[in-house]
């Protein structure tokens, strides 16, 4: 406690870790008198995360202290950021978007949107109108870098973007983790605070936990079972399992008998796919192969779930296509202990596109040069390079990003994307930090203080576990410099459209009530949006949104016509949050498709699998191949910059299997050279025998060695190298477009004796 802290200055408040997408509930002490943040700690009362936080949340302090983090706007000038006041960065802003919209069209404007979205409401709600006023094509974000074959799989499956099966992780008898490290990661889309408890209460109620991984990591040393693959095998596998089941008459689709089409043409899709093929090319026994379907058939409940690693590689789309559909085959799908379908307590307000007008959300158009699909209105990341540089009508002279930072996250983001950045005509930023990418920006508006706006988990209750809500007010009030996201946004708005700010704020709440009644809420669809307005007030701001949210939602009082349902006021009188139960079958709720059956064989993935087949039989590169990893202390980009992360062994070093190490002649601590087509970095090595034999890795998001970055002395201390500089933009997942950053040839050679 500071000198100057008093009993009454000293207080306590309930707020939601903004790390990661687990939510989890945190304690946070602070002195308002010095607006010092002095402890976290987490909530015991929460029902979902029960007092579980990882060492990420003690960052909430080092990020409210960050001399770093931006206060107000700035504008380039001459070359150096100065302070603005809004009304001069916002007329800045507007001018410019308008000048170049009108110069080169709509789409010579791009927009690429950060992790954020899901974390700060204020950014997932007002993004969207003001994108509605941009009408751009040329729409990017960090989904394309590792999470896209999820939504492709969800979209070509079930006709919904947001019909994403979660595993059932509190009630699963047999869990299969594909490409996911939870000990390191937490998790990602399966909110479940605590994962590393819940995997031991599976083995603990007798139950089994799988881990498939090139990699013994973490997660597979505290498993029952490691599957070492070989990098970019896992659709070969789950082919050869698919395989299993038809021939061993062991597919039982339970429930969802009657609701399922195209098991057939899987059956054929499948059958070249035997084990004993199957099992040289990925190193992985065909016996072993065959246990592994059978247990998942004989599991009482089972269910296979995948991430990071089974999205970001060269078969993505196939992979996450046959996970459900393996899950399916077993009669695992909507069904408890399986993968099941979060019902929420809300519907989705982004990712929320649907089947319509025969299309699902993807392929509505093309890109410019390459013609690549669009899937939820984004092109890949990996085209940008190509839309900035390459001459023509509809060429990006212009960018927009909102806290993300694709010169660091995005292939060849070092190279050739950041020699683009650097050609634009004008680059604005919404974002807290001048980073690697922002730093090429002429003007960043920053977001308030994290702890100055209230929290609420806009985005993440359609991937949650559990029926649970959270609502966390603010601490501090913000500075008179600074503004709410729905101010910041609504400024522009205004400004482009010749809106009042307020009109601009009803215009995007309307926007909202529009959508949810068109994606058949059926409590909106009998009032008017006048109607609304009486309940939930005309105060500007999230929270009325908020408020329309959960009045609407299955839980919700429905605008008085359930007295005893949930609104906004009553959420914030249960600060440790309210869980409504475990996940329900729902299976019709998630449907999309006219006929309400499960594509079991979708057209717009199934064309990749000729190029899966080619792969088995192909001839192995001879070499090494390289693959991320995550760490429990850091996340994507943004976090080596928090004294209380920033510490203990160096984190950022290359993994090689002794024998590897061997035949090129290095040792344990060595320096050395990992060369690629497209760039190479220098790292120090340790030797690991966790490591397969042919597979190095290195962690994801490092790489702060740019000089005209301003402060991070923490990052720039130790700086790590930039995974993406090792990746080829050239060498996707062709379904979905996601960049292929598990599995690429690479040299290791280490450096001169000096």
Partial sequence: MSAAATADSVKTHRRICPFCEQNCATIVTVDHSSRQVLEVRGDKDDPLSKGYICPKAYAVKDLHHDPDVLTGPVIKRNGKFEPASWDEALDFAAARIQAIQDEY?????????????????????????????????????????????????????????ASLPVPDIDRSDYLVLIGANPLQSNGSFMTAPNVPGRLRAIRARGGKVVVIDPRRTETARASDWHLSIE??????????????????????????????????????LAQPFAPERVGPAIGIDAEDIRTLARELASAERACIYGRIGSCMQQFGSVTNWLITAVNAMTGNLDREGGAMFPGGVFQPVIMSDTYRDGQIPYDRYRSRVSGFPELAGQFPSALMIEEMTVPGEGQIKALVTMGANPALSSANGGGRLTEALEDLEFMMAFDIYIN????????????????????????????T?????????AIFEKQPEQRH???????????????????????????????????????????????????????????????????????????????????????????????????????????????????LAPSAIIGDVPRVAEWVDGERAKGLHLVGRRQIRTCNTWMHNFPSLAKGPELCVLLIHPEDAKERSITDGDR????????????????????????????????????????????????????????????????????????????VVADPVP
Avoid at 231 to 255: W, Y
Avoid at 436 to 463: G, K, N, W
Avoid at 681 to 699: H, I
């Fill in 231 to 268: 990098p970019g095998g896992d659709a070969a596998l789950l082919f050869a399992v698919a395989r299993t089941l038809f021939e061993e008459d062991l597919v039982d689709l339970g429930h969802l008998e009657g609701r399922i089409r195209n098991l057939g043409e899987l059956r054929r």
């Fill in 485 to 599: 996201d729905s101010e910041i946004f609504c400024g522009l708005i205004a400004r482009l459209t010749g809106m009042t700010v307020q009109e601009a704020d009803d215009s995007a709440f309307r926007m909202l009530f529009d959508q949810l009644r068109d994606q058949g809420n059926e409590v909106l669809e009998g009032m008017t949006f006048e109607q609304v307005i009486q309940h939930v007030g005309t105060e500007p701001g999230e929270e009325r949104m908020f408020d329309m949210l959960l009045r609407s939602g299955p839980y919700g009082d429905h605008f008085g016509e359930r007295p005893d349902g949930l609104t906004l006021q009553k959420l914030k009188a249960h600060g440790e949050g309210i869980d409504f139960g475990p996940m329900k079958p729902r299976i019709k709720k998630v449907l999309h498709f006219p006929d309400k059956r499960v594509d």
């Fill in 672 to 747: 050395v050279t990992v060369r690629s087509r497209t760039g190479e970095v220098n790292v120090p090595v340790k030797l690991s025998d966790e490591m397969r034999r042919g597979v190095v890795s290195l962690p994801h998001g490092w790489g702060h060695a740019d000089d005209e970055v301003p402060g991070m002395p923490q990052a720039k201390a130790r700086p790590g190298v930039n995974y993406n500089h090792l990746a080829d933009e050239t060498l996707l997942d062709l379904p979905s477009g996601i960049i292929n950053l598990n599995h690429i040839p690479v040299e």
């Fill in 105 to 161: 069209g709509r789409n010579a404007l791009s927009f690429f949107f950060g992790t954020t979205i899901a974390h700060v409401p204020g950014l997932a709600l007002y993004t969207g109108p003001l994108l509605n006023v941009l009408q751009t094509q040329q729409i990017y974000s960090t989904s394309s870098i590792d999470c896209h074959p999820h939504f492709l799989a969800a979209a070509s499956m079930f006709g919904g973007l």
């Fill in 436 to 463: 690697e990418t922002t730093r090429h920006a002429d003007v960043i508006l920053p977001s308030p203080p994290h702890l100055s706006h209230s929290d609420f988990m806009i985005f993440f209750t359609f991937l």
């Fill in 465 to 473: 576990v559990r029926d649970y809500i959270k609502y966390a007010p």
